[in-house]
């Protein structure tokens, strides 16, 4: 119940704006009921959480779409935090000359951040992770120059992935030895204050072709 009285206590019409995402007309998205979802995390152990979604209706396309917290992605049922935790495990990995992909899934069990089958975490689900956070990376670079000092950072499509998200990251600051977590919740919380988009993932709006 507090997270729902936390929920309806946020001013969305003066977050979102007067202008609906997805057809882009004045006033005309409206409120409706959230729904629930649940978000898995796995730093510092396994946690698995219902979590509340506020939800709206563009009442031209009759089309939906939701505000999720900045600990979340769209369409993603780990975590932020679970994800580059997994990752960073993974580039570990692949410094010292491992596959990080199967690395990060090995370094995940031996920790024991698995113990509940909710969170299956295989080689290829980090491979795919790996992927999405590069192409947001990517896509955000341009943004993230007003940020950060990106200046030794080449994007290409022939990149290695792992040294790419390695030398984002560091940018970042974010990396096993420091509390990355705080970090990579500034960074997340920067990104979306200066463009009012997800840094990683791609919401329904954007995925439907109309915003």
């Keep these: ?77 780990y975590t932020v935090s679970a994800v580059i935790g997994v990752l960073l495990g993974g580039l570990s990995c692949w410094q010292m000359g491992q596959v990080g992909f199967y690395g990060a899934v090995v370094a995940l069990d031996s920790s024991e951040k698995t113990e509940n089958s909710d969170a299956k975490v295989t080689g290829w689900l980090v491979l795919c992770w790996l992927m999405v956070m590069v192409r947001g990376l990517r896509r955000g670079h341009a943004e993230l120059m007003f940020l950060y000092d990106l200046s030794r950072i080449q994007t290409s499509e022939t990149n290695v992935p792992w040294q790419e998200f390695s030398d984002y990251f560091e940018v970042f600051g974010v990396d096993p030895e420091t509390k990355w977590r705080i970090r990579l919740h500034i960074l997340l919380y920067r990104y979306s204050q200066r463009t009012w988009l997800f840094l990683f993932g791609t919401p329904s709006q954007y995925r439907s072709g109309r915003a």
Excluded at 6 to 30: E, M, N, R, T, W
Excluded at 47 to 52: A, I, S, T
């Design 1 to 77: 119940m507090g997270i729902q009285r936390s929920l309806f206590s946020i001013d969305f019409v003066a977050y979102i704006g007067p202008k609906c995402p997805i057809c882009h007309g004045l006033h005309c998205y409206q409120r409706i009921e959230d729904y629930w979802r649940y978000a898995i995390d796995l730093f510092p152990g396994f946690r698995k959480e219902d979590v509340p979604i506020a939800r709206f209706l563009c009442q031209t396309h009759k089309s939906t779409f939701s505000l999720l917290p900045i600990q979340l992605i769209p369409y993603f049922q």
